[in-house]
């Protein structure tokens, strides 16, 4: 069978991992869509979506609308007779003018056994929950977000020791296994050998995009329960609490890293605002005051 013909959808990291996971099994989009270029850093330096990034190094051709419901941008994509269109965390609901474009439809890869955790966080969301077994879910994407029929679903449960991970390694492996299953998938699909399976509403939950407040944590509170906000929340948003330097100046502390101890919370690393990363021993040591 020819490899099919295809475009993808998505944004941050999580799609470069998918993609990559494509790109191993030796499927490569003709065109990417992902955001338009971002201030991001310190210096608010207008940069490209690591989705952008890892085409342009291949010489994909990339596009990044401000809309997908520009007209002139559906009518450039209609030009061409796509097999299917591929979305791993664009960011923005797709519409169905583009939905119904190509002959095999337009298939999702979200990071959890679906109906549980639809949204925006689902990886996050599964180590505040403390839900060991997860997966990954290909779905026939709809109008609606996330309530696409199934077309596959690959479980994976982390080893007991190995849990909770960190939240960007979460993804990290659900967007690599489920760029795998897709891989695996593609084929039937489009020869119609697969049947799309509708959800069980019944059984759905959802997540939210987190603020910086759901990241805060409680030094004196449960010691397992910060420890999974501090797993979950490695980035954006990044676990933190609120301290006084030997000034007596408020200041928020980032954590980096942390373990449980004896049913204790221990931190390890952390960094001070406006300071560099250090031990926990050596913040102590700096005259602040938790």
Same mark, same amino acid.
Do not use: C
């Given at each position: 069978?020819?490899?099919?013909?295809?475009?993808? #959808?998505?944004?941050?990291?999580?799609?470069?991992?998918?993609?990559?996971?494509?790109?191993? $099994?030796?499927?490569?989009?003709?065109?990417?869509? %992902?955001?338009?270029?971002?201030?991001?850093?310190?210096?608010?330096?207008?940069?490209?979506?690591?989705? /952008?990034?890892?085409?342009?190094?291949?010489?994909?051709?990339?596009? +990044?609308? !401000?809309?997908?419901?520009?007209?002139?941008?559906?009518?450039?994509?209609?030009?061409?007779?796509?097999?299917?269109?591929?979305?791993?965390?664009?960011?923005?609901?797709?519409?169905?003018?583009?939905? %119904?474009?190509?002959?095999?439809?337009?298939?999702?890869?979200?990071?959890?056994? &679906?109906?549980?955790?639809?949204?925006?966080?689902?990886?996050?969301?599964?180590?505040?929950?403390?839900?060991?077994? %997860?997966?990954?879910?290909?779905?026939?994407?709809? *109008?609606?977000?996330?309530?696409?029929?199934?077309?596959? =679903?690959?479980?994976?449960?982390?080893?007991?020791?190995?849990?909770?991970? /960190?939240?960007?390694?979460?993804?990290?492996?659900?967007?690599?296994?489920?760029? %795998?299953?897709?891989?695996?998938?593609?084929?039937?699909?489009?020869?119609?050998?697969?049947? !799309?399976?509708? =959800?069980?509403?019944?059984?759905?939950?959802?997540?939210?995009? #987190?603020?910086?407040?759901?990241?805060?944590?409680?030094? +004196?509170?449960?010691?397992?329960?910060?420890?999974?906000?501090?797993?979950?929340?490695?980035?954006?948003?990044?676990? $933190?609490? #609120?301290? $006084?330097?030997?000034?007596?100046? =408020?200041?928020?502390?980032?954590?980096?890293? !942390?373990?449980?101890?004896?049913?204790? &919370?221990?931190?390890? /690393?952390?960094?001070?605002?406006?300071?560099? *990363?250090?031990?926990?021993?050596? #913040?102590?040591?700096?005259?602040?005051?938790?």
């Amino acid at each position: 069978m020819k490899k099919p013909l295809f475009a993808f #959808f998505g944004t941050p990291g999580f799609g470069v991992h998918v993609l990559s996971a494509l790109e191993s $099994h030796g499927l490569i989009p003709a065109l990417v869509v %992902t955001a338009p270029d971002k201030p991001r850093g310190r210096g608010r330096i207008l940069s490209p979506s690591p989705v /952008k990034t890892w085409a342009l190094e291949r010489g994909i051709e990339v596009v +990044t609308p !401000a809309t997908l419901k520009d007209p002139s941008f559906i009518a450039e994509l209609s030009n061409t007779d796509w097999d299917v269109f591929i979305v791993a965390a664009y960011g923005k609901l797709i519409p169905r003018a583009l939905l %119904t474009m190509p002959r095999g439809g337009a298939l999702n890869i979200h990071p959890s056994l &679906l109906p549980k955790l639809r949204g925006p966080s689902p990886a996050r969301s599964a180590i505040l929950s403390d839900m060991r077994e %997860t997966g990954v879910s290909i779905m026939q994407m709809s *109008e609606e977000m996330d309530k696409g029929p199934v077309i596959a =679903q690959a479980r994976i449960e982390i080893a007991p020791e190995e849990w909770p991970p /960190k939240g960007a390694l979460l993804e990290e492996l659900l967007a690599t296994e489920g760029g %795998t299953l897709l891989a695996e998938t593609l084929p039937e699909w489009l020869k119609g050998d697969i049947k !799309a399976e509708p =959800q069980e509403e019944s059984a759905a939950t959802d997540t939210k995009k #987190f603020i910086d407040e759901d990241a805060r944590i409680n030094l +004196t509170g449960d010691p397992r329960k910060e420890f999974l906000k501090i797993q979950a929340f490695d980035e954006s948003p990044r676990a $933190h609490f #609120f301290a $006084h330097d030997a000034s007596g100046k =408020q200041i928020r502390v980032n954590i980096l890293e !942390a373990e449980l101890r004896d049913s204790s &919370l221990i931190l390890t /690393k952390v960094v001070p605002e406006g300071k560099r *990363e250090m031990s926990w021993e050596e #913040f102590l040591r700096s005259g602040a005051k938790v």
